[in-house]
């Protein structure tokens, strides 16, 4: 699970924007204000949550949330649950599956419960172009 969490901004803020670069699938880099990133191979989170939507296609699972969040009080739950309400899109809300994605950031980012520092202008990149088979011991 990939998690980039901003910072708070200023007072009375609980968050604030950093500008990130996103290209999905090697196609055409887009750049804006951003509150957040998710991204995992998982199929649903802890706690049965599962905040994705637009299901067809790879094998990474991302969701994107956009700066300033409009109504985000409503939205939350909708989000959580992968059911956004149809007004998200045009407020550039998004989610979707892809196989790679690499996004350029100036935030820390959380990978499997560990704080790392993006690289100062090269993108962090995620890849899911193999399975790979985890052993389970019963007993």
Same mark, same amino acid.
């Given at each position: ?11 009375? +803020? ?6 990130? %670069? ?6 055409? #880099?887009?750049?804006? +204000?951003?509150?957040?990133?998710? =991204? %995992?191979?998982?199929?649903?989170? !802890? ?15 991302? %969701?994107?949330?956009?700066? @300033? #969040?409009?109504?985000?009080?409503? =939205? ?9 309400? =149809?007004?998200? =899109?045009?407020?550039?809300?998004? +989610? ?7 996004? %350029? ?13 993006? #690289? !100062?202008?090269? @993108? !962090? ?15």
């Amino acid at each position: 699970i990939v998690e980039v969490l901003l910072r708070p901004s200023w007072p009375g +803020s609980a968050y604030r924007s950093d500008i990130m %670069t996103i290209r999905r699938d090697g196609g055409e #880099p887009r750049t804006g +204000s951003r509150l957040g990133l998710i =991204a %995992t191979t998982l199929e649903r989170l !802890a706690m049965g949550l599962n905040p994705f939507w637009n299901g067809a296609g790879g094998r990474i699972r991302y %969701t994107l949330l956009p700066f @300033p #969040p409009h109504r985000f009080g409503i =939205a939350m739950v909708p989000i959580l649950c992968g059911r956004p309400l =149809a007004w998200m =899109a045009g407020k550039d809300y998004e +989610s979707g599956r892809v196989n790679e994605l690499a996004f %350029t950031i100036d935030c820390p980012l959380v990978l499997d419960g560990e704080m790392y520092a993006a #690289p !100062a202008g090269e @993108p !962090a990149i995620l890849r899911a172009d193999r399975e790979v088979d985890f052993v389970t011991i019963d007993g």
